[in-house]
């Protein structure tokens, strides 16, 4: 469990995601205008057979890389990383075309986890850059249709951090607290901001660090925001499927247990879980942990627990579960997995638990949706068994 340190600080990436027409280059103009984003680089994804959004952006040329796609077929995250490498190269090269931070600007068709997967475990990526939150733009006008004919645009919300819903000089009041209502119910942890021609708080969104527990426990309580999740709410009506849940565990977790939770529920239940955060008491220490579908970032060990609380706390934006089905899996925390050195023999009785708690995972059917390969880890080496 240990994090990849380097001595250069890595350079903080904030994504922009949101449906098409949302307000997302509005955003990104505005907020290049901004002081704090002086000398930020931005990544534009295009998607159509003419580039155009890029021509909207204001900044310079040798700041800007373009993804052209012309299609959503899948490589996306791969010309994303792409174009960081190479902007990192170009100003090793050339010192006066440095830059201290990224906006990533997604388009409104594009599936945001693949992005947000190789901007989390890819190795050459997370040696230099971090991804520090996920905005999403809701379109003030047109934003509630979007989330209840275009499920793409329920994904986006659902990852968040923040949401900006946009266009409140031209949508109407009640249309605004509606459409803020039904965000509330898709990701009630999610931080929302009302702009009009994408006029936000640049400092602030720049100093927020959303996704990135941090290493403070006053830092990670904030990230959490389990409070948002105190109760199960009625799932929202763009998706029935979807539900938001907060869940706590009383006892301490032990290494193996919670190194084979968390690849189990990525394994077997990621196409489910749109969001999964949490402080887990990991044999008495806390650790901060996120996954994102199928994808699990690394656990950040926290310096200081955030409260007096000592429960694991795990907050859940899901399709087609329910906490019941969650709850069943906590049994693996429990899971020692054999402490002696290794060797060649395995202990039938910790193996026959390791195959009943494998199927804890897969008694529930799951939502049909491809399975993207996140971090892989081998189990046997972690945990251990003999």
Not at 12 to 17: C, M, N, R
Not at 186 to 191: D, V, Y
Not at 282 to 303: C, D, M, N, R
Request: some cysteine; proline content about 5%; hydrophobic content about 40%.
């Amino acid at each position: 469990m240990s994090s990849l340190h380097t001595q250069t600080p890595r350079v903080p990436v904030l994504l922009v995601t949101g449906f098409l027409g949302s307000g997302k280059t509005t955003l990104v103009n505005r907020l290049l205008k901004a002081q704090a984003f002086a000398r930020a680089a931005v990544v534009v994804n295009e998607y159509g057979e003419v580039s155009i959004d890029h021509a909207l952006v204001e900044a310079p040329r040798w700041r800007m890389r373009v993804i052209d796609s012309g299609c959503l077929c899948g490589h996306v995250h791969e010309e994303v990383a792409s174009s960081l490498l190479d902007l990192h190269a170009k100003r090793a090269r050339r010192p006066e075309r440095d830059f201290d931070c990224v906006l990533i600007e997604m388009s409104g068709l594009a599936d945001p986890v693949p992005v947000v997967q190789i901007l989390t475990t890819d190795p050459h990526i997370t040696e230099l850059y971090r991804l520090q939150t996920v905005i999403t733009v809701a379109d003030g006008v047109h934003g509630a249709g979007h989330l209840t004919a275009q499920p793409e645009s329920v994904k986006q919300a659902a990852v968040a951090d923040t949401v900006v819903i946009s266009k409140t000089d031209i949508a109407d009041e009640a249309r605004l607290d509606a459409l803020a209502h039904e965000l509330d119910v898709i990701n009630p942890g999610a931080r929302q901001i009302r702009a009009a021609r994408g006029e936000i708080d640049a400092e602030r969104i720049l100093a927020q660090s959303a996704f990135d527990a941090g290493e403070r426990g006053e830092a990670a309580r904030a990230w959490l925001n389990d409070r948002s999740y105190a109760a199960t709410v009625a799932p929202a009506s763009a998706d029935p499927a979807l539900k938001t849940f907060a869940l706590s565990y009383d006892e301490e977790v032990t290494l193996p247990g919670f190194v084979l939770w968390m690849n189990l529920l990525a394994g077997c239940r990621g196409a489910g879980l749109l969001r999964v955060k949490g402080i887990v008491n990991v044999e008495g220490k806390p650790y901060a942990v996120q996954a994102v579908q199928t994808i699990v970032s690394e656990p950040v060990p926290l310096e200081a627990w955030p409260d007096d609380d000592r429960r694991s706390r795990l907050v859940f934006i899901t399709r087609g579960m329910d906490a019941g089905e969650i709850r069943r899996t906590f049994a693996t925390f429990r899971f020692e997995g054999g402490r002696a050195s290794r060797n060649m023999t395995i202990n039938p009785a910790t193996y026959q638990r390791f195959r009943e708690t494998i199927e804890m995972f897969r008694a529930s059917p799951q939502p049909s949706s491809p399975v993207q390969a996140g971090r892989k880890t081998d189990l046997t080496s972690d945990l251990e068994l003999q």
